[in-house]
């Protein structure tokens, strides 16, 4: 089974940072993509960031202030968030896609809170 586990969230204010960290373990012996997904209270969950072939790719909302990166030798994936909103505002989860056989399988973490508030 796969395992995902976020950790870094807490309580910033607004201009603030912080570092989240994914670290994944498990039956995995390839990855389509890892990325990280939030949801804000009331809302549908959304696409933060995704990386895949080592190419990132970030959601609009969060374009030059945020920035996603993995480190293969600690199976771990980062989301670097600078200059934060309240709007930031959310849980945001970890995902790991993994192909198996002719599928690709969607693995998820317990989330984290994200808190932007003075």
């Known amino acids: 089974q796969v395992q995902l586990v976020e950790s870094g969230g807490g309580l910033v204010q607004p201009g603030g940072s912080l570092r989240l960290s994914c670290a994944y373990s498990g039956s995995i012996s390839s990855i389509s993509s890892l990325g990280w997904y939030r949801q804000a209270a009331g809302k549908q969950r959304e696409s933060v960031a995704v990386?895949?072939?080592?190419?990132?790719n970030c959601a609009d909302s969060v374009k030059g202030r945020f920035t996603i990166s993995r480190d293969n030798a600690k199976n771990t994936v980062y989301l670097q968030m600078n200059s934060l909103k309240p709007e930031d505002t959310a849980v945001y989860y970890c995902?790991?896609?993994?192909?198996?056989?002719?599928?690709?399988?969607?693995?998820w973490g317990r989330g984290t809170q994200v808190t932007v508030s003075s």
């Open positions: 995902n790991l896609k993994r192909p198996a056989y002719f599928l690709t399988r969607d693995f």
């Open positions: 990386i895949s072939g080592g190419i990132p």
